[in-house]
């Protein structure tokens, strides 16, 4: 809701008070304020000016060259483009210096050859936008339509000076969307009285009654209807003030008629419809449901298919109106209407929304009829209506109203205790102070020992439940006001677990190593649920699932990971580096609901590191995958608990696929994509890990010690060894640092040779083996001692023989 603040000032006394200033006092009472905007922000220098002379520009076609008093001495030439300029208009002129919105500067020019002091101005030029900007003047100047003096600030004359608070408004309070409604709600604020606007209609000899019937069928959809007629209107543009103050809350006006309608929606929050009673084609109302099939064609010019779940205005045969939405294009008030009819009534919301919602048509009528309407300001809205329209498009307002159906108009009545109120809001309130809340918010209230009696007025249907009254003295008091409590009783510092802990870290070192973490479905088909799974279980179907692709419950993470990567290959998204910390589902026997286990998975694919010039191009090959879990079990502290063990796993490439251990026992696996997988899915070369999260956590792991950098040199000794094929590396690595004991601080493989210089079944291992001892600067007879039994260890438990 927008509510302008020129506009508010005319129902409550703001004292001057500042915009910003409101705007924090009514968010502090409950209702957000999101913004404030001063209408007339980064301009200046525009007033009123008269055309005196018009020319034709005598080297452009589109240009004319204008004479403007502007209420200065002498008159002043501006060159002006606009089709619409012509002599004796009142125009909106940026003088030389004026500044316009987006600091759009005004200075003297030449077009064209001829001299240029200023711009007469469309609204858009003025901030306004577009779509706010009535038809007539969409393209061109702005002419004014009332009568202004030259050299006066326009800005004032279009109410530009104004400042606009825009309300985020929640279901519950529909009673701010209405001018008057924010009224009461400011003036409890400040605790000041509201000025209502003064309805005094003159009404015509002739009635209502005698020109219209209305009848309703459907009276739980339409409880009450009321209709005015008003006679020899003449259609035209409605006021200045009122087409600015439209503007301003956001609607496009339109003629003096329809803008009254719309005038009222916002002032009263009771949106009214205006027919043109001559095109009704009958002298009744009906309101009814509408027939399966039945169309109509809204005042938009579409044709609407319409089911018996939509209400109906019609003229006893045909419809004319879709009841609380959109009129219908036979009834439109056009420029030769002269007798309206208008329509005040109460719609059940979730009919209006029905119809709302089937068609798209969403509006500020709906909505305010969607969230509940006073109804008792039916007939006072009907009434102010047909008085501006007796005042600003000259009709005649026929005796009475023609008034169907009946509604409940009595308040409710909501009783609290002072004790209650009290014992939730954690205050230590008086009877009096309570009282004086309810009478600041306009609610009769009489007190019966410490129990509050409070009649609810209609227009705040909100509050039903005492807990509603408890709220709104809480508000109205200040919430800032509340006491401030500490919880009572045994008390513990939050935190993060362990557990908890060690995953936050599993991410930040992935995301920190250039992965990005994924999220995907748990639930996949049967055939996806059973590839990659750690542990082999009976599959878990859904009851009701919503497709065959989505049935089954995954028991492992790598297939969505891979439908991942296949979702971005062919978008030409060939480099990708995923993983995602999920659950998996195991089935236990006996147990109604599977069990849960976390696991960590990634799928890596592409380019490593780019080479954008000088830079090393590196694919994704087995190392790398195998070196960040590496590095996650380092920062875990794990590294010598963990080994990779050559593993067939199905799916996975035969040669390039590793299991990880924790303490001998498996909890996932690392390695390529098998090739023919690869191609079944359409992607290229990738390599992905799964990994049991609960294993890693669980283990315990010894405090970090940390050791001095050392200050004696070590000494690296090379060994390149002859074994059989089926001896691995990792069994060699494990035997000599066995044997080296604590002089051997690292060893790594940097050589693997199988050709012709070696024997057949047989290959060469190359290993690097740093010594040193923190103490002490190494002799080479300590290293070689060392060293030799190294190499024997791994002749007598490898069969290895050093390579010649």
């Keep these: 809701m927008f509510v302008s603040y020129k506009w508010l000032s005319e129902y409550v006394d703001l004292g001057g008070m500042p915009a910003k200033e409101l705007a924090e006092k009514i968010t502090r009472s409950g209702i957000e304020v999101e913004g404030v905007e001063k209408l007339d922000e980064g301009i200046k220098g525009v007033v009123t000016g008269y055309v005196l002379e018009k020319e034709q520009h005598p080297n452009a076609d589109k240009l004319n060259v204008c004479q403007v008093d502007i209420g200065e001495d002498e008159p002043v030439q501006i060159v002006c483009g606009a089709p619409n300029v012509d002599k004796g208009q009142k125009v909106a002129v940026a003088k030389v210096g004026a500044v316009l919105p987006g600091n759009f500067k005004i200075k003297k020019a030449k077009l064209r050859g001829e001299a240029s002091h200023g711009m007469i101005c469309s609204l858009q030029e003025l901030g306004i936008e577009s779509k706010l900007i009535a038809k007539e003047y969409a393209e061109g100047i702005f002419v004014f339509p009332n009568d202004v003096t030259p050299g006066e600030d326009a800005l004032l004359q279009l109410n530009l000076d104004d400042e606009v608070l825009e309300l985020g408004l929640t279901p519950n309070r529909s009673d701010c969307l209405s001018m008057i409604g924010v009224a009461y709600e400011v003036a409890a604020i400040l605790d000041c009285s509201v000025k209502l606007p003064e309805i005094e209609v003159n009404e015509a000899a002739e009635r209502a009654e005698d020109w219209i019937k209305v009848s309703i069928e459907a009276k739980e959809d339409n409880p009450l209807y009321v209709a005015r007629v008003v006679k020899n209107v003449k259609i035209g543009p409605s006021p200045l003030w009122m087409q600015t103050r439209l503007m301003a809350e956001g609607i496009r006006p339109h003629n003096n008629v329809v803008d009254i309608t719309n005038y009222i929606l916002l002032e009263y929050g009771q949106p009214l419809h205006a027919f043109d009673y001559d095109r009704l084609g009958s002298k009744e109302i009906v309101v009814r449901r509408a027939r399966e099939g039945e169309k109509m064609v809204t005042l938009d010019n579409a044709e609407r298919t319409l089911s018996p779940e939509h209400l109906l205005i019609t003229n006893g045969t045909e419809a004319v109106a879709m009841a609380g939405v959109m009129g219908g294009a036979n009834s439109e008030v056009e420029a030769d209407t002269t007798t309206v009819l208008i329509e005040s009534a109460y719609f ?9 919602k089937d068609h798209g048509l969403r509006s ?3 909505a305010r009829f969607e969230k509940g309407v006073d109804p008792n300001r039916l007939q006072a809205a009907a009434d102010r209506a047909a008085q501006l329209m007796a005042e600003y498009a000259g009709g005649e307002v026929l005796a009475g109203s023609v008034v169907a159906g009946e509604i409940n108009l009595e308040p409710k009545t909501v009783s609290v205790t002072l004790e209650k109120l009290n014992r939730v809001l954690g205050t230590n309130l008086q009877t009096v102070e309570v009282e004086d809340i309810f009478r600041r918010l306009k609610f009769e209230v009489t007190t019966d020992n410490e129990q509050f009696i409070v009649t609810v007025p209609t227009r705040r249907g909100d509050i039903t439940i005492p807990e509603d009254l408890v709220e709104e003295v809480a508000r109205l008091y200040g919430y800032d006001n509340l006491p401030t409590t500490v919880p009572t009783g045994a008390t513990s510092p939050g935190g993060l677990t362990g557990y908890q802990e060690k ?6 070192f992935l995301e920190g190593a ?8 748990s639930l996949t088909s049967e055939k996806k649920a059973k590839e990659y799974a750690l542990d082999t279980r009976e599959l878990i179907k859904l009851a009701m699932p919503m497709s065959e692709e989505r049935a089954f ?15 971005n290959n062919a978008r030409q998204i060939d480099s990708l580096a995923l993983y995602e910390v999920g659950d998996v589902f195991l089935k236990e026997t006996g147990a109604e609901l599977p069990a849960e286990e976390e ?7 592409g380019l490593w590191e780019e080479n954008p010039w000088q830079g090393e191009k590196k694919a994704v090959d087995f190392f790398v995958a195998k070196g960040l879990l590496e590095g996650l079990f380092a920062k875990l502290g794990l590294s010598e608990r963990v080994a990779f063990k050559k593993a067939d796993i199905s799916g996975m490439h035969p040669g390039r696929t590793a299991a990880v251990e924790l303490d001998g026992e498996a909890i996932g696996f690392v390695g390529q994509v098998h090739p023919q997988q690869a191609k079944d899915l359409d992607i290229k070369e990738t390599y992905v890990f799964e990994l049991k999260l609960s294993p890693l956590f669980a283990a315990e792991t010894e405090a970090v010690a940390y050791e001095p950098i050392p200050r004696f040199p ?10 059989d094929s089926s001896v691995e590396a990792g069994e060699l690595q494990a035997i000599i640092k066995e044997a080296g004991g604590e002089l051997l601080k690292d060893a790594r493989v940097f050589d693997l040779y199988e050709g012709e210089h070696i024997e057949a079944g047989k290959k060469s291992i190359a290993f690097s083996l740093k010594y040193f001892d923190p103490a002490k600067t190494l002799t080479d007879e300590e290293v070689v001692k060392v060293h030799n039994g190294v190499l024997d260890a791994l002749k007598e438990k490898a069969g290895a023989e050093l390579r010649s």
């Design 714 to 723: 070590s000494i690296t000794r090379d060994i390149a060894l002859v074994v």
């Design 348 to 356: 059940n919301g979730q009919r209006v929304r029905q119809a709302s």
């Design 514 to 521: 250039g992965l990005n973490q994924a999220i995907t479905y």
């Design 364 to 366: 500020e009528a709906s």
């Design 599 to 605: 696991h960590l998975a990634g799928a890596i694919t």
């Design 553 to 567: 419950l995954r028991l492992s993470i790598v297939p969505q990971l891979l439908e991942a990567v296949a979702y």
């Design 503 to 508: 995953r936050r870290a599993v991410r930040r």
